[in-house]
């Protein structure tokens, strides 16, 4: 009932008179797509089959529940060297699975926030896989992705879901996260 006939509109939701705990759920199991943080309102989009952009994702075991996504994990910075760490020293101190703060402040990982043109870049990396419009070098990084990926998950016991992916860009941009 919010639609207008003819031309569409932008609809600020949040302060709109049409917040509801049931448009909540109605947006999101009927969206196209969902960006997403975290939390509880990802699990309507993971039950409604939606696709996904997950930002900022932590644990990087945590890939695997839905449908299909492309996602950006959070970089890993060691606070006293600022060296950065690749999936598979995530991997081997153990965080791969871990949701709680206090296991990265104990080991002496700092957590850095997923930059606004890695936000962009994923969304277009969406339209390129929507559209099969990969260029060959997004193709080469999505394949080494999927062997490292293979290497690392298996070893470390994280399920797989072969529908999901770092953002080639993501990937091309932090080449060290595939580093063995």
Request: hydrophobic letters at 35%; charged letters at 25%; proline letters at 3%.
């Amino acid at each position: 009932s919010w639609e207008t006939s003819g031309s569409p509109r932008i609809v600020d939701y949040s302060f709109s008179g049409f917040h509801s705990a049931q448009n909540d759920i109605e947006l999101i199991s009927g969206c196209n797509l969902y960006f997403s943080n975290g939390g509880g309102p990802e699990s309507v989009a993971i039950a409604s089959r939606r696709n996904i952009i997950k930002l900022n994702q932590i644990p990087i075991g945590d890939e695997h529940l839905n449908n299909f996504g492309i996602w950006l994990p959070k970089l890993h910075k060691r606070t006293n060297t600022e060296k950065y760490l690749n999936l598979s020293e995530i991997c081997k101190i153990n965080l791969q699975k871990s949701y709680f703060s206090e296991d990265y402040v104990k080991l002496g990982i700092d957590l850095c926030q997923n930059e606004a043109g890695d936000i962009l870049n994923a969304f277009l990396d969406y339209l390129k896989y929507k559209n099969s419009t990969f260029s060959e070098d997004d193709k080469k990084v999505i394949e080494k992705y999927h062997k490292v990926r293979k290497i690392i998950f298996e070893k470390w016991g994280i399920l797989i879901n072969k529908n999901n992916f770092i953002a080639p860009s993501f990937l091309m941009k932090y080449k060290y996260l595939l580093d063995l």
